[in-house]
């Protein structure tokens, strides 16, 4: 049907109910016509009315009274015509009834009543929630910064809990993380980098390597699990669940400036400076964040559904860690390899460390471009996928 499908319509509320009258041009021989009822914030369908015949004819009369759920909320009504054989007219594309209207107090009130098709609300929804895409991934880490920093603290404190060496493992573990791979690499190995042939050049180049891993694998390691630890929050509480992956990404951020402590004393130790270009280092920590946080949100989310998923991160983080060239120098790589291989925003980002801390330059423009790019579209991407999961925890945990 067309526009002119539609005549002389009124839409009145009666009670809790919705009553309303139109004349329907059923030139396209549409044998009847219905209702149905969604949650406009959702669009989940909650309940369909009776079919009512139509006759064919240039306007033939149409009465509907529609009695809406007596508990206080918003509603949406879609008014179409049916075809038995192909379904509702809405779905194929053609032009129906919209009313948007609020139950309160047991009464109803019409808001909204407007003629579309669903292609033209799929539009206008996409271009009203376009800018909170943007906007309440930002909202909610600023809203709930107060308890990402209360939990961020209380999970570096109970991880290491009882033990002997207690907060320092903090340290600790990065740490001897760094000396068992330099110990394989640089003294088993012999691996060097770039002209500086000395053990000391490699344990720079290496370390600095290690400063984004280190911030990135442990967050995305832990967080395919963090939904199923917290799973009393997502059951009891009114909790933002958005803000576990964040507390793991802030926790690994955590080792990391534990880490850069220790490899800027070393830098000191070996090269007597830090260079000035160390300031670009900020620059580089913001891309890294937000795609670490993208990552989180994707895995957290995902960890809900697929109890393996875990297992399955510890070989991919592996396999990540050894095509990102932390370990090897760059230019071991054939050409065709690196071209491929610096897609991986690891890959920019220890590029764009060791720009900075060793050789005395800024990040290259177009690397530092991309990597901002991926960063922040994995950032959305991850939020969305979360937001949009989130809902059917409850039914799965």
Same mark, same amino acid.
């Given at each position: 049907?067309?526009?002119?499908?539609?005549?002389?319509?009124?839409?009145?509320?009666?009670?809790?109910?919705?009553?309303?009258?139109?004349?329907?041009?059923?030139?396209?021989?549409?044998?009847? &016509?219905?209702? !149905?009822?969604?949650?406009?914030?959702?669009?989940?369908?909650?309940?369909?009315?009776?079919?009512?015949?139509?006759?064919?004819?240039?306007?033939?009369?149409?009465?509907?009274?529609?009695?809406?759920?007596?508990?206080?909320?918003?509603?949406?009504?879609?008014?179409?015509?049916?075809?038995?054989?192909?379904?509702?007219?809405?779905?194929?594309?053609?032009?129906?009834?919209? &009313?948007?209207?609020?139950?309160?107090?047991?009464?109803?009130?019409?808001?909204?009543?407007?003629?579309?098709?669903?292609?033209?609300?799929?539009?206008?929804?996409?271009?009203?929630?376009?800018?909170?895409?943007?906007?309440?991934?930002?909202?909610?880490?600023?809203?709930?910064?107060?308890?990402?920093?209360?939990?961020?603290?209380?999970?570096?404190?109970?991880?290491?809990?009882?033990?002997?060496?207690?907060?320092?493992?903090?340290?600790?573990?990065? =740490?001897?993380?760094?000396?068992?791979?330099?110990?394989?690499?640089?003294?088993?190995?012999?691996?060097?980098?770039?002209?500086?042939?000395?053990?000391?050049?490699?344990?720079?180049?290496?370390?600095?390597?290690?400063?984004?891993?280190?911030?990135?694998?442990?967050?995305?390691?832990?967080?395919?699990?963090?939904? =199923?630890?917290?799973?009393?929050?997502?059951?009891?509480?009114?909790?933002?669940?958005?803000?576990?992956?964040?507390? !793991?990404?802030?926790?690994?951020?955590?080792?990391?400036?534990?880490?850069?402590?220790?490899?800027?004393?070393?830098?000191?130790?070996?090269?007597?400076?830090?260079?000035?270009?160390?300031?670009?280092?900020?620059?580089?920590?913001?891309?890294?964040? =937000?795609?670490?946080?993208?990552?989180?949100?994707?895995?957290?989310?995902?960890?809900?559904?697929?109890?393996?998923?875990?297992?399955?991160?510890?070989?991919?983080?592996?396999?990540?860690?050894?095509?990102?060239?932390?370990?090897?120098?760059?230019?071991?790589?054939?050409?065709?390899?690196?071209?491929?291989?610096?897609?991986?925003?690891?890959?920019?980002?220890?590029?764009?460390?060791?720009?900075?801390?060793?050789?005395?330059?800024?990040?290259?423009?177009?690397? =530092?471009?991309?990597?901002?790019? &991926?960063?922040?579209?994995?950032?959305?991407?991850?939020?969305?996928?979360?937001?949009?999961?989130?809902?059917?925890?409850?039914?799965?945990?």
């Amino acid at each position: 049907m067309n526009a002119a499908g539609y005549r002389n319509l009124r839409v009145e509320a009666r009670g809790h109910a919705i009553a309303i009258h139109l004349d329907v041009e059923n030139s396209a021989q549409a044998e009847c &016509i219905g209702w !149905q009822l969604f949650d406009p914030d959702t669009n989940v369908f909650i309940q369909e009315g009776e079919w009512l015949k139509l006759a064919p004819g240039d306007s033939v009369p149409v009465d509907l009274e529609i009695s809406l759920p007596p508990e206080p909320a918003s509603y949406r009504v879609y008014v179409s015509p049916i075809d038995p054989a192909q379904g509702w007219a809405y779905a194929q594309g053609k032009q129906f009834l919209v &009313i948007d209207a609020e139950v309160a107090a047991e009464h109803a009130r019409v808001l909204n009543t407007k003629l579309t098709t669903r292609g033209a609300m799929l539009r206008r929804g996409f271009f009203r929630a376009l800018p909170s895409v943007f906007t309440y991934p930002i909202r909610t880490v600023t809203r709930n910064r107060a308890l990402i920093r209360s939990m961020v603290r209380r999970d570096i404190l109970a991880r290491y809990r009882g033990s002997f060496g207690d907060v320092f493992w903090t340290i600790l573990n990065p =740490l001897l993380l760094m000396l068992t791979y330099y110990f394989v690499f640089g003294v088993v190995l012999r691996t060097r980098f770039g002209a500086d042939r000395s053990s000391a050049g490699f344990v720079l180049y290496f370390l600095a390597g290690m400063l984004p891993w280190l911030a990135f694998s442990e967050p995305v390691g832990r967080s395919p699990g963090v939904i =199923l630890e917290h799973r009393n929050f997502v059951k009891k509480l009114v909790f933002p669940l958005e803000t576990l992956p964040v507390n !793991q990404a802030v926790a690994g951020l955590v080792t990391e400036v534990f880490a850069l402590a220790v490899f800027l004393c070393l830098l000191l130790g070996l090269r007597h400076h830090i260079p000035l270009t160390a300031a670009w280092l900020p620059v580089l920590l913001v891309p890294q964040l =937000l795609f670490t946080l993208g990552v989180c949100w994707f895995l957290a989310a995902l960890g809900v559904f697929m109890r393996d998923l875990a297992q399955i991160m510890g070989f991919v983080l592996t396999l990540w860690f050894f095509i990102t060239p932390i370990c090897y120098p760059e230019s071991s790589l054939s050409p065709a390899a690196t071209q491929i291989l610096s897609l991986n925003p690891l890959f920019m980002l220890v590029r764009g460390y060791r720009a900075i801390f060793l050789e005395n330059s800024a990040p290259a423009l177009t690397p =530092l471009l991309a990597v901002w790019i &991926i960063s922040f579209v994995t950032f959305l991407l991850g939020h969305l996928w979360f937001h949009k999961l989130r809902r059917t925890f409850a039914d799965v945990i």
